[in-house]
């Protein structure tokens, strides 16, 4: 409501210095209107004397709170700088997990790629050693050696692995003939 009026006021006062001429009831609003203003000025400052005068006159009672309302603010600001600790201890022992599992997965890379670049040379190297192999170059040379001198490789193992080979036949030229109640088998040897 203050402020209402003062606004009200305010633009009669605009309005009251513009004009040139003034009739004596403006003026009589206007000198009200800065008592209104020194009034309230007044009590304004008395109220904030008295606000503090008795700040300065803490009871007891007020003194134990404030002092209990700065003790659970410490314990707080305690309690806060505790956990954040125990946030970057956590967030270190996460990292260097991290950082161990990452070492770990590049040490088992590196050792495929080792044991990958050794096979690889392996097969190199077998493929220098061994003249045998067909390229495109000596296919007219291994198909007429293959032909040349035909290798059998009809033939059994035994568990050992020894090669059994067969004996030359004796070809019988009268078949054997074995008779049953059921059917009859004949037999070539």
């Given amino acids: 409501m203050y402020f209402s009026r003062l606004r009200r006021f305010s633009r009669f006062t605009l309005n009251f210095r513009t004009k040139t001429s003034q009739s004596a009831e403006d003026r009589r609003r206007w000198v009200e209107y800065r008592k209104g ?79 990958l670049h050794e096979l690889r040379q392996a097969v190199v190297q077998k493929i220098k050693d061994e003249g045998d192999y067909i390229t495109a170059e000596n296919l007219d040379e291994k198909i007429a050696q293959a032909l040349e001198n035909p290798r059998d490789y009809n033939f059994a193992l035994t568990r050992s692995g020894e090669k059994l080979t067969a004996e030359p036949r004796k070809h019988n030229l009268l078949p054997t003939c074995v008779i049953s109640s059921y059917n009859i088998y004949i037999y070539i040897l």
Avoid: C, G, P, Y
């Fill in 37 to 115: 203003v020194a009034q309230s000025r007044k009590q304004f400052h008395d109220e904030w004397l008295a606000r503090q005068r008795q700040s300065s006159t803490i009871t007891v009672e007020e003194r134990e709170a404030v002092e209990r309302e700065k003790a659970s603010f410490t314990a707080n600001r305690l309690e806060n700088e505790r956990m954040v600790k125990w946030r970057a201890e956590k967030l270190s022992v996460k990292a260097k997990k991290q950082e161990v599992v990452k070492e770990q997965k590049k040490e088992r890379h590196l050792e495929r790629l080792s044991k």
